[in-house]
């Protein structure tokens, strides 16, 4: 058994495998042990497969060149801001087997270097990009929810979760440290920001708290309304997925 960790810090990259006696117990494994939790969170158990014959080796491209488009890639939204491209490859080859992604990237934003919670994808052969339509979409990723599209095709709005909360009336000094500590008071806290104007950094007066569960989420909106916040009084609502744009 062994846990994968990332090359550079070492810390563990929430995901791993496990060797079994035989096919038979690893089989038993992943229908027992699949959905199952383990210190808090659900887990997500495939058979790991071994890597793919390589026909004619593809070459991977060098990093953040984008390959053309071979009918082979995807593109993955609903990422959590800490998945990284090492990590998005791990997990998928976690469920495909080893070397079924030729090529993994995950966009960051030019400015701030923050990920964009968004990706592009391309598998070693068509039955994987299918396959990974089947066995990836709707996983779960260090807390995001993983949605998939094909190159060309209308991008959707994440489906909303229930662990997310817009708070509003912030104080020009709160900011995404600060938010995060203030809605920490009702439980596990994923990912929080204060959005910020692009042109000069500086605070809207609000922002949004990503729970570790719905559950938590629910409490904060009847917790956390109406409370002072450096001076502010906070207003605080569920945050729904965006609406897309027409046209």
Known sequence: ASIFTAKDTGKPRGSGKVEFQSARDAERAVQELNGSELDGRQVHV???EARPPERSSPMRPPPGLSPPDSGRQLFVSGLAPTTQTELLREFCEACLGDGSVVYCNVFQDHDTGESKCTAKIEFASSD????????????????????????????QPPAPDGRTI??????WDVDSEALKGFASQIGEVTYAAVFTNKETGKSKGSGKV???????ASKAVEELAGQDLMGREVHVRMMEAQPRKSG
């Open 166 to 171: 817009f708070l509003g009336g912030l104080s």
């Open 46 to 48: 495939k058979i790991m």
């Open 128 to 155: 994987l990009l299918d396959r990974a339509f089947q066995d990836l979409e709707g996983a779960q990723l260090e807390g995001g929810r993983l949605s998939l599209r094909r190159p060309g095709e209308p991008r």
């Open 210 to 216: 990503q729970f570790a569960t719905a559950e938590l």
